[in-house]
């Protein structure tokens, strides 16, 4: 929202000592410094988008920095009491001479269950990460040494509301009118900007709000690969053909796409499996000559789009019923060998109730906890459970709940910084309409009967559904996967092969565990090949970096 902000700083207050702000140049950028000099530590409250800042103040020697309230760009840090530095790669850090390097193996839990760790946490013992929604500032005191202090000027949910607050058609309207503003807001761009069109729900949505947006044509890009089984290629077009999009189908072709993984990986600013995808698909849509691109990114986290929601929300009613002694029988009842939904059951039975605060942790979850391959006596986690919106559950809110695990979880600490780190690593900036600060608070103050999936995304697609043709809203889920179950059993056998056997031999892996688990993937004694693809990018970043392995 630089540009409204721009207006209101250059305007004169009506009994206000502010002065206009002298701007020099159109830049987004000095809209914040003037923002900065006007409302010194509260310009966040006023700033609408994604953006990590610093601002060194030299009339107070003290130092600002700030986080946007999704979390969309990173911002690492250290901290002693002489030293304080910061970056948007943890790489620069590391660097930096200033660091220490060495692995932090309280982590390592989180990684191996969640692809990821979670704020203030990284896996170096003395770098951190500012959370979503936060403000550092940073003084020197009276001794001559550094203090900190840390602030969150957000939260996504301030008030709830009921049914009889607001009726379900009044709820639409206002859904729409935030998506509307929402995408209307993101369009503005001195370069050019296209969206990503998968032929899902989110990104069609986006794209047909777009074209409500702009007269021009939209620039849509679809990638797919050569590979039936994994293509939508054919609902991208049909969408494109509606919409009246300039459309770009790229196919990804499978020796021209596995020749891309190396690169990918060597690229990672911060391990994780989810990664390369985004890399691939930033690459070719940057070498179409596009320099932004809208997604569909939050769509399935603020509309109960994950099968989750309804499975969650269901059991949660059944909380009270003494869980323990059931999972002990049904645990013992399933087989390990199950393959992917027998063993996403078996990894839920793992739960101390049916309570959605315990269910979501072992929903995401990779690892059967007496099968993940780490040599520790205690397991800890550093999942936010967001303990201070258990309130939430008790008000017929338990699917905003889910959305708020979700979003400051898996969505923040893998898609946001995978899909952040990825992109700009093709210098294609990604802008995600649904995180929209106002859409965001507003939809997770809805009572869960609006939003409960009894079809697709039940409150998007009913906002807009003029939009939306029925083929879309009701056809299977798929998203975009490429064949990693295939290539790591045949082409990237050898690469992956290597990166496990060197990361066994860490003291704190359990070897056998670890290598008996791979071996019975080669073997197809399971399918489970998401178990060991973040575990080789953990260790070829370890192994990029010179990270120091205790």
Not at 30 to 49: Q, T
Not at 189 to 194: A, F, Q, Y
Not at 336 to 345: S, V
Not at 489 to 501: N, Q
């Amino acid at each position: 929202n630089y540009k409204q902000l721009k207006l209101e700083l250059q305007r004169i207050q009506y009994k206000s000592a502010d002065r206009p702000y002298p701007f020099q140049t159109q830049s987004d950028t000095e809209v914040i410094l003037a923002a900065y000099y006007r409302w010194g530590k509260d310009c966040v409250k006023n700033l609408d988008g994604m953006f990590a800042f610093a601002i060194y103040d030299s009339q107070n020697k003290s130092l600002f920095i700030a986080r946007d309230r999704q979390g969309k760009k990173p911002l690492y840090y250290i901290y002693n009491a002489d030293t304080f530095a910061f970056a948007s790669e943890i790489r620069a850090l590391m660097h930096s001479g200033l660091s220490s390097k060495i692995l932090d193996l309280g982590q390592t839990y989180d990684y191996f269950q969640y692809q990821t760790t979670f704020t203030p946490n990284t896996f170096i013992q003395d770098i951190q990460i500012l959370e979503s929604a936060s403000t550092l500032s940073i003084n020197i005191n009276p001794q001559n040494k550094l203090e900190i202090k840390k602030n969150r000027y957000w939260i996504p949910v301030e008030k709830t509301l009921r049914s009889k607050d607001i009726s379900y058609e009044e709820t639409k309207t206002k859904v729409r009118q935030l998506l509307f503003s929402s995408v209307e807001k993101r369009l503005v761009s001195d370069v050019p900007l296209g969206a990503f069109l998968s032929g899902g729900i989110d990104s069609s949505a986006i794209v047909g709000l777009m074209k409500q947006s702009i007269s021009e044509p939209v620039y849509t890009f679809h990638i797919t690969t050569d590979i039936k089984e994994y293509s939508e290629n054919e609902h991208a077009h049909n969408l494109s053909e509606i919409y009246k999009t300039k459309h770009q189908n790229i196919i990804l072709r499978e020796k021209e796409t596995l020749e891309l993984v190396p690169d990918a990986i060597q690229k990672m600013d911060y391990p994780s499996g989810d990664g390369i995808n985004t890399y691939i698909v930033s690459k070719y849509t940057k070498n179409a000559g596009i320099t932004v691109a809208l997604s569909g990114l939050g769509g399935d986290e603020l509309f109960a789009g994950y099968p989750q929601f309804k499975m969650i929300k269901k059991l949660h009613h059944l909380s009270r019923i003494d869980f323990v002694k059931i999972r002990k029988c049904l645990f013992k009842l399933l087989p390990n060998n199950f393959f992917h939904i027998g063993y996403r059951l078996k990894i839920l039975m793992q739960s101390h109730s049916l309570g959605a605060d315990n269910l979501f942790p072992h929903y995401r979850q990779i690892f059967l906890k007496k099968n993940i391959p780490l040599n520790q006596n205690q397991f800890i986690s550093y999942i936010n459970k967001y303990n201070e919106y258990k309130h939430l559950l008790k008000n017929d809110h338990v699917i905003s709940y889910i959305s708020l695990l979700e979003m400051y979880n898996y969505m923040q600490h893998v898609l946001l910084r995978d899909t952040d780190q990825m992109s700009m690593a093709n210098a294609l900036e990604v802008r995600a309409p649904f995180l929209d600060t106002q859409l965001v608070s507003f939809v997770l103050s809805l009572p869960d009967e609006y939003k409960y999936p009894t079809s697709p995304k039940k409150l998007l697609t009913d906002a807009i559904d003029d939009l939306l043709p029925n083929d879309i809203i009701h056809r299977k889920k798929m998203g975009f996967v490429l064949p990693f179950k295939a290539w790591m059993r045949k082409e990237l056998k050898v690469f992956c092969d290597e990166k496990l056997k060197a990361l066994a031999d860490y003291s704190f892996i359990d070897r056998k565990k670890l290598l008996d688990e791979w071996n019975d993937y080669q073997n197809n004694r399971h399918d489970r090949w998401w178990m060991f693809w973040h575990l080789i990018a953990l260790q070829n970043w370890i192994e990029n970096n010179y990270v120091c392995v205790e």
